[in-house]
């Protein structure tokens, strides 16, 4: 085999065993630290990391760090070890060196101290801020995950194939991208949500077992889990299947992620499965963190007929936790906090010596009192924090209150790692914005119960075989059991306003489809760049993605989104309306 004339080894592979051979060694310069007569450098590559000493400094003239450099010389044993390093037992003596590739000597930032600087600057300099060995270990652990995943689902019998990029547009819950194209002016595709047509479409052409790493896209704000862009997900399909079925398999599968690439405590399968009613009822979120022990109570019957105009007319939650012995100034602070969220604040009572104190203690009746006590389960040094308020909005509060009681009470084991199934999501909601029925999940689930649902019961009673997976309280997965049947198809969407025509319309392929034999089939999707981010210990989904847009959906590197010139647009047949529009 023909030797590269880069490099003998790697610089995170030297070793003891390595000290009297002649290497050579290529990377960028780390550090440069002048001692005497004599320059110690480390040279960073994609293995590590390794000193070297050079006894001439001329052989550094005009050299800076970052600067790629080629690196000959003899391995020598340290007399100074560094035990943080792997390779902090030897050192190379240069005999030569030579540059590769010229640096700037002005950096925008310090590699070592990149996951210390801006978000901003790090993110227009990506490749440089990839360069720090934290941030640079995110794509390779990203990588072994991948193939991790891969093998598993071909072990498992599972079927890759590629679905299209350029789709169709369909009302799937999120704004689609649009892409215009020169061949069909004034037509256009859609950027996939998700390959949900494609997979199911894959079922009727016979393949019992598909999956795919798929690139899904949807024109959405970001928040710290959920990059507003594009993102991927583990997407697969399984015919002839049941929801215990794909329970089994994303078990199995998540199970070995997290036993292979975390040191968790990790809950056995089988997982617990909480209705979606109870998941609001009990913790007023469908995705709640089951380390947190903390229940929500409702007390709206309570306070039915209260005299205490606060409560009078509102949806009232309330949780109970052991925290008596804190300050007024921590409850004000809880205040603060829910109204950061636009509620009106938290009211609160501490149950001491046998009775009842606290901001709101004076305009309740005895009764009330006996009451709350009695509803949330009060015990001597305990706390009850209140929120009333609309009940959406109500719920959603109380949901930010519980995490942040669990924080600030040091409820939650950072070691643990926690599943659960939410199960029986409604099929269909009230949209809070039209006033009208609207599906609540997916509209390519089946309503449990089939087209005699559809046809018998009130759309709000109606539930689905439709499930997600919840850790630690993020969403993990999401999927349902698919309805495969035309009539029924067609009775689901016609509830929310879509007659035949449109559903032939706008699922032609699919409702096509399934007048040719279409088997019972399931499946779900995994949001891969969450998982990683909940894996390796980031609070933010950007921090695990190559090149990320940033908060406000702008990619900082490439300067996008950015506008086409006039003859483009001529072109395309398009024409922009307020483009001068401040975007960022």
């Known amino acids: 085999m023909k030797q590269n004339i880069y490099h003998t080894h790697s610089c995170g592979e030297l070793r003891l065993e390595n000290v009297g051979e002649h290497v050579v060694i290529s990377g960028w310069l780390a550090s440069i630290r002048k001692l005497g007569g004599i320059v110690f450098c480390t040279v960073r590559d994609n293995y590590g990391i390794t000193q070297i000493v050079v006894h001439d400094e001329k052989m550094l ?49 310090e590699i070592s101290d990149a996951p210390n600087t801006k978000e901003e600057l790090r993110f227009k300099y990506r490749y440089l801020d990839l360069r720090n060995p934290q941030t640079h270990e995110v794509l390779k652990k990203r990588s072994e995950l991948l193939h991790f995943i891969r093998n598993k ?12 990029i350029l789709a169709s547009s369909s009302p799937e819950g999120a704004r689609d991208f649009i892409v215009p194209t020169f061949f069909n002016k004034g037509e256009f595709y859609a950027l996939p949500q998700a390959p949900q ?51 089994e398999v994303c078990e199995d599968l998540v199970c070995g992620i997290y036993q292979n690439f975390t040191n968790y405590d990790i809950s056995k399968a089988p997982f617990v499965r909480i209705p979606y009613k109870e998941a609001i009822e009990k913790y007023c979120s469908d995705k709640p963190d089951l380390r947190n022990p903390l229940i929500v109570h409702d007390l709206t019957d309570i306070f039915k007929n209260t005299s205490f105009n606060a409560f009078k007319g509102k949806c009232v939650k309330a949780i109970s936790a052991h925290c008596a012995d804190k300050p007024r100034r921590y409850f004000d602070e809880l205040s603060t906090f829910i109204v950061s969220y636009e509620g009106k604040g938290v009211a609160y ?36 924090m209140m929120i009333a308020d609309g009940k959406s909005m109500a719920i959603k ?39 009208k029925l609207d599906f609540s999940h997916n509209p390519f689930s089946m309503p449990q119960g089939g087209l005699e649902s559809l046809k018998n019961k009130n759309p709000l009673d109606i539930v689905a075989f439709q499930y997600d997976l919840v850790c630690n ?40 489809a399934f007048s040719y034999g279409a088997p019972p089939h399931a499946g779900g999707a995994i949001g891969f760049d969450r998982m990683l981010m909940q894996i390796l210990g980031y609070d933010l989904i ?19 989104p950015s506008k086409i010139s006039d003859e483009t647009l001529k072109d395309l047949g398009l024409q922009v309306i307020n483009s001068d529009k401040k975007k960022d």
Not at 71 to 100: H, Q
Not at 360 to 367: C, G, P, V
């Open 61 to 109: 003239d005009g050299i800076c760090k970052e600067t790629v450099v080629r690196v000959e010389g003899d391995v020598v044993e340290r007399s100074s070890k560094n035990g943080k390093m792997a390779t902090g037992d030897i050192e190379i003596n240069v005999s030569s060196l030579s540059v590769l590739g010229k640096c700037n000597p002005i950096l925008p930032f």
């Open 153 to 164: 689902m071909h072990d498992n019998g599972f079927v890759e194939v590629q679905t299209p």
């Open 197 to 247: 047509q494609f997979k199911q479409l894959l079922m009727v052409s016979g393949y019992e077992k598909y999956f795919q790493i798929a690139p899904c896209f949807r024109n959405e704000a970001a928040r710290a889990d959920r990059t507003p862009g594009e993102f991927y997900q583990v997407d697969f399909e399984m015919s002839f299947a049941t929801q215990e079925d794909i329970f």
């Open 349 to 384: 009572l501490k149950y001491e010596n046998g009775a009842l104190s606290g901001s709101i203690a004076k305009f309740l009746t005895d009764e009330e009192k006996e009451n709350i006590i009695a509803k949330t389960g009060m015990g001597e040094g305990d706390a009850v």
């Open 397 to 435: 509060l109380a949901s930010f209150l519980r995490n942040k009681l669990g924080q600030d009470l040091g409820l939650i084991d950072e070691n643990k790692v926690i599943f659960c199934w939410i199960v029986d999501f409604p099929f269909y909601e009230i949209n809070e914005e039209t006033g």
């Open 473 to 512: 309280g993020y969403e993990m997965l999401s999927g349902g059991v698919r309805n495969h049947d035309q009539e029924t198809m067609v009775k689901a969407f016609e509830l929310v306003g879509y007659d035949k025509s449109v559903v032939e319309s706008k699922f032609s392929a699919l409702f096509n």
């Open 542 to 560: 950007r921090e695990v993605i190559a090149f990320p847009l940033n908060k406000n959906g702008r990619d900082l590197l490439m300067n996008t």
